[in-house]
């Protein structure tokens, strides 16, 4: 089964709102997570790296207070496109590592800006 | 920083047919993951590769990484239409977070029936 779980899998929203998006880890202690971006017929790019408990460490041309990362336990990161706008219609998906050093990856959230 | 490229872009095989795809780095490679996906959904590990010289295979898939660890290929032996999707290597390179992956650009695998 996923150890990393995302949801929403889709979302629709009005342009002008906020759209939060939640990566969980189920069965470890996620200390870091990685989200990414993936438009249509593009490869992925990571947007930022998630530390626990500190702030997270944004990629370069990514707008931090656009997409608010918040990594506030050790099981769940959140991704927050606020103001979201046609152009952010993509698809977002997160990764999860701990201890262990395996690497999990969600299965990712479908954005529609309208 | 560390770049990707994928060859080919796009494949089309017949079922049945073997193909290889590529993915070179321009620096060392100090992890190298092999993922298929379909688009709009998330990414299936195939394999992961960190040895130079090391070979792991998973049913038709082999996966292997050369001795200077700047390249590795994917070969598909007897193709089937399930096969079909788009590959993405991800690289992790040396001195970043464990977990922060490079990804080439994809490579898009139609298998006809």
């Known amino acids: 089964g996923a150890v990393v779980s995302q949801h929403p899998s889709r979302v629709i929203c009005k342009s002008g709102t906020s759209v939060k998006i939640e990566c969980r880890s189920l069965?470890?202690?996620?200390?870091?997570m990685f989200w990414y971006r993936q438009f249509p017929k593009q490869s992925l790019m990571l947007m930022a790296t998630s530390n626990e408990g500190s702030k997270a460490t944004y990629e370069q041309g990514v707008e931090k207070d656009k997409f608010l990362i918040n990594h506030a336990s050790l099981t769940l990161s959140t991704l927050t496109v606020t103001s979201a706008h046609p152009e952010d219609s993509s698809f977002y998906i997160c990764?999860?590592?701990?201890?262990?050093?395996?690497?999990?990856f969600g299965s990712g959230t479908q954005l529609s800006v309208l | 920083s560390q770049e990707l490229e994928q060859s080919p872009q796009s494949l089309i095989v017949q079922e049945g047919k073997n193909l290889t795809i590529n993915c070179t780095s321009s620096?060392?490679?100090?992890?190298l993951y092999w993922y298929k996906q379909k688009y709009g959904e998330g990414l299936i590990f195939l394999m992961m590769l960190q040895k130079g010289g090391e070979e792991k295979s998973h049913e038709k898939i082999t996966a292997k990484l050369d001795e200077k660890k700047q390249q590795s290929s994917l070969h598909i032996t007897a193709s089937q239409p399930s096969h079909a999707g788009i590959y993405l290597c991800g690289a992790v390179s040396g001195g970043t977070s464990y977990g922060k992956l490079t990804f080439g650009q994809g490579t898009i695998l139609t298998v006809h029936p």
């Open positions: 990764s999860a590592t701990g201890a262990n050093e395996k690497l999990f």
């Open positions: 069965d470890f202690q996620a200390t870091t």
């Open positions: 620096k060392t490679l100090y992890g």
